[in-house]
């Protein structure tokens, strides 16, 4: 049946090129889906009668399929439960892996109270726990967590209440790592629920504290944060506050005994800050000799006249420890930048913190290639590499780091990511593809990087991630990326503007290596993409379980089909893809689009089938997240503008 439902589907996908479907083509397809939903359904009778029957999995030995899925990753969750149904045998095994798991992450997608129900009843005790909290209530938190649980990790909480969040430490006193991720746009009279005090007293052994708040004024909750600053138990190591206020920060280190209290534990901090200063800088440093990773980001607007300079990059050097820094002015449309950092404090870091591993530097519009090569010469250990919005980063920093003798830190470099670097060219990745053991390479918005820098960067056999969006690549250069025997998992070809269905069909045809690791694509912003380049796609990436498609106006209704009867797709993004029409809520039923988790859909004709429509699918679907919000896939961030 599936063969002849290929011919008729690619007979109907050549007389669609360029104009629009007729009526009779539309019933076509509908008589398709028809008979695709009256096949499974034949199917499921026939597992069904299969369970009463004396099938070849009955004969299978329990224990042997007891021994086999207690050693599935514990990730395969979801993979589990959908053999539930398909046998006795197979339920009787599950069922036992299942209460076996000690740890579980449900953060892919968001499950509705009723099925998270169901999963916990088939449950043992949990002592690690996470989950993507979009959809649940307080009463499905509290029936789950308990005394057993050292590790909470509660993502997009926009449902749960604040007075749950603020007991987590009560209800569960041996917690070692927790992480709350809640939305700041509410009503400001509950965010006086907040109250974290009493919850952490009862947190004696609490190591990893992250707390998160997306979308709210800091102003709003800058009281709370100070509360939480105040009522840090003596055993945390690592705290992760967003946002965070400066002010607050200062008087928490200027104020207490930090070195006594905190000084040999609290060793990795990462804030969201309104603003970064020297005085603010010194205080930590001075505060906590032990420091290893330090993460501050500065989310403000505006420039401010006390602004991070040389003299607070200088006081790094006092951290002797330093593996990890991260300094992040958060890019706005005023392009806000450290304008009073230069060269002189690059020098300076780089004398005083030679051990680092992992540096992110962003917004440093002072700073040259003479700054960046000092660190990464001195930095012989250093493994991950991001640069960020650095406009006099030239080709230069990384020749001169090659010259005369290439130190150490090529050798060991394994993360690359140059963003928005527009003076950076196809000579400066030359360089970088001296570095044998580069895992990632990030390009985003590198304007002028473009095909002849392709070959080398092929030849990087342990490269799995490689992000060319906004770059000048063109389908010449993808021919190139095709000869790759690097294990690609993700691919960012976004805003190539370049790049049409043939560069796609170069990349993929041959069955080349890249077809077969590939599992994450993005070919967004590309007005050139048509349905050809996505039925490329669904026929020679054979693992592919991501794809974003946003905003190419010449993706159809057959695209959406295609995928669908791909299977295999957990998220896949069509947001602002005018070319699809109303009848594509059909294509969301099932049988089509198996396993399907996540799927963008804002700014298209298929929003018009309303809230009703949507209900439809999620019952149908009860682990399916429909966007229609414009979020990017997954709704990491943006789910707590959603309208639940």
Not at 453 to 469: D, E, F, H, M, R
Not at 587 to 604: A, D, M, N, Q
Request: hydrophobic share 35%; net charge positive.
């Amino acid at each position: 049946m599936f063969k002849t439902t290929r011919t008729r589907t690619a007979n109907i996908n050549k007389s669609h090129q360029g104009r629009k479907r007729s009526s009779l083509k539309w019933r076509e397809r509908r008589s398709f889906h028809d008979m695709a939903h009256k096949t499974t359904t034949t199917r499921t009778t026939d597992v069904t009668a299969t369970r009463g029957g004396d099938s070849l999995l009955e004969r299978i030995p329990e224990n042997l399929l007891n021994e086999i899925f207690v050693k599935l990753e514990q990730e395969k969750l979801s993979t589990l439960c959908s053999l539930l149904c398909v046998s006795r045998t197979l339920e009787s095994s599950v069922n036992t892996a299942l209460s076996t798991f000690s740890s579980v992450d449900l953060s892919e997608f968001s499950v509705d109270p009723q099925t998270f129900d169901k999963i916990r009843r088939k449950l043992g005790n949990i002592q690690k726990l996470t989950l993507d909290c979009l959809r649940l209530t307080d009463s499905s938190i509290r029936n789950f967590i308990g005394p057993d649980v050292e590790e909470l990790n509660l993502l997009k909480c926009s449902s749960l209440s604040y007075k749950l969040l603020s007991s987590i430490g009560i209800t569960c006193p041996n917690l070692r790592v927790l992480t709350l991720e809640f939305s700041g746009i509410i009503d400001k009279s509950t965010v006086f629920d907040l109250y974290f005090k009493s919850s952490f007293e009862n947190c004696r052994f609490l190591e990893s504290l992250k707390i998160k708040i997306r979308g709210g004024d800091i102003n709003d909750y800058s009281f709370m944060l100070l509360g939480i600053y105040n009522s840090l138990p003596k055993t945390i190591k690592f705290l992760k506050l967003q946002p965070a206020s400066s002010l607050d920060t200062l008087v928490f280190f200027r104020t207490l005994p930090i070195p006594a209290t905190f000084g040999h534990k609290l060793t990795q901090i990462s804030l969201v800050l309104d603003t970064i200063t020297d005085l603010l800088l010194h205080t930590i440093t001075n505060s906590l000799p032990l420091l290893t990773d330090l993460d501050l980001k500065h989310q403000s607007p505006s420039d401010t006249s006390d602004d991070l300079s040389d003299t607070g990059i200088q006081s790094l050097i006092n951290c002797k420890h330093l593996t990890s820094l991260s300094l992040i002015r958060i890019r706005h449309h005023n392009s806000t930048t450290f304008k009073r950092t230069t060269d002189m404090g690059f020098f300076l870091l780089s004398e005083g913190c030679k051990q680092l591993e992992s540096i992110r530097l962003s917004g440093f519009s002072k700073v040259t290639d003479a700054g960046f090569t000092s660190i990464l010469n001195s930095c012989s250990n250093l493994k991950k590499l991001e640069i960020q919005n650095a406009i006099l980063l030239t080709d230069l920093t990384f020749q001169y780091v090659n010259k005369p003798k290439p130190p150490k830190v090529l050798q060991v470099l394994q993360e690359v990511r140059l963003w928005s670097c527009s003076l950076i060219t196809s000579e400066g990745v030359h360089e970088l593809a001296k570095c044998t053991d580069l895992k990632t390479l990030d390009l985003f918005g590198c304007k002028n990087v473009s095909d002849s820098c392709l070959l080398k960067v092929s030849k990087l056999n342990l490269l799995t991630s490689l992000n060319l969006s906004w770059t000048n690549v063109t389908d010449s250069g993808l021919l190139t990326l095709n000869q790759t025997n690097s294990p690609i998992e993700f691919l960012s070809l976004r805003g190539c503007k370049r790049v049409t269905d043939e560069g796609i069909s170069n990349l993929l045809s041959n069955k080349g290596q890249i077809g077969k690791s590939l599992s994450s694509l993005d070919i967004s912003h590309n007005p050139e993409i048509t349905d050809f380049a996505i039925r490329i796609i669904a026929n020679f990436c054979v693992k592919l379980v991501e794809l974003c498609i946003r905003n190419c106006c010449q993706v159809t209704d057959v695209s959406m089909e295609v995928l669908g009867l791909k299977g295999g797709i957990r998220r896949v993004d069509f947001y602002n893809c005018s070319g699809l029409s109303v009848g594509c809520f059909e294509l969301l039923k099932k049988p089509l689009f198996r396993g399907l988790r996540w799927i963008g859909i804002g700014r298209t004709r298929v929003v018009c089938v309303g809230d009703g429509g949507f209900e439809e699918i999620c019952r149908e679907r009860r682990w399916l997240t429909v966007c229609v919000d414009g979020c990017e896939v997954g709704c990491h961030d943006g789910w707590q503008f959603h309208k639940f």
